[in-house]
């Protein structure tokens, strides 16, 4: 399997501050590489898929860069919407392979 | 819209068998794969497979027999069976639709705290 690490695990930070979780893949995972929030007893939600590309509804606060295994979401502005739990995700068709990386939550400082 | 539904048990004894449904609404079933998920306390979620409208199913070589994924399309529903459950399979169950051009899952459920103690 892919495996995928995110750093940080934790990131405390401010509403209007610029942050950055970094996710790597033990693989390339081409363009598979999609980005997700979830809350407390709440379903992941998707933010961005094919490694940039925003989800419909999502706020252009947040974005996605990288290639081959090492990615990177960012949001320019934090809101205190955001305060949650981000997960990176890759799909790797054959053979078929489905991964989340561990994590990264962000609190407020 | 589209909107997945979950249904089932959330309490269960050790060796009984899971059954979970996800009703689709406000979408078709063909086109994508629909997709079973876990996640333990704690960690991330953990793909356990997925189904299409052809019925072509895929799993989580861990689980091997134990695992049943089934889709009713007269219905819009697709389901999961897992037998002989234990502790280690105590989990919030998700059921999610993979778009399969991206990789990625656009629309889940709402979630299942399944809990496997005596």
């Known amino acids: 399997d892919i495996q995928l690490t995110q750093s940080p695990s934790f990131l405390s930070a401010s509403v209007g501050d610029r942050i950055t979780i970094t996710c790597r893949a033990s693989q390339d995972v081409f363009s598979h590489l999609a980005w997700y929030q979830q809350k407390p007893g709440k379903a992941p939600k998707l933010l961005i898929y094919t490694k940039s590309t925003l989800q419909s509804g999502v706020p252009s606060r947040f974005s996605g860069s990288g290639s081959g295994t090492e990615f990177t979401l960012t949001i320019s502005s934090l809101q205190p919407d955001d305060f949650a739990v981000y997960y990176c995700?890759?799909?790797?068709?054959?053979?078929?392979?489905?991964?989340f990386g561990g994590g990264t939550k962000v609190e407020m400082k | 819209q589209v909107q997945l539904q979950q249904s089932g048990p959330g309490l269960l004894q050790p060796s009984e068998t899971l059954f979970l449904s996800c009703a689709v609404y406000g979408g078709s079933i063909s086109g994508y794969y629909w997709t079973w998920f876990r996640q333990p306390p704690g960690k991330g979620p953990e793909w356990i497979g997925d189904?299409?409208?052809?019925?072509?199913?895929s799993r989580d070589p861990s689980l091997g027999s134990r695992l049943t994924i089934s889709l009713d399309t007269s219905k819009n529903l697709f389901s999961l069976t897992l037998t002989s459950m234990t502790a280690a399979d105590t989990a919030v169950y998700y059921c999610?639709?993979?778009?399969?051009?991206?990789?990625?899952?656009?629309?889940w459920g709402q979630g299942t705290l399944v809990t496997v103690a005596p």
């Open positions: 999610a639709r993979q778009w399969a051009v991206t990789g990625s899952f656009d629309f």
């Open positions: 189904i299409n409208i052809s019925g072509s199913t």
């Open positions: 995700q890759q799909l790797r068709s054959y053979p078929l392979s489905v991964t």
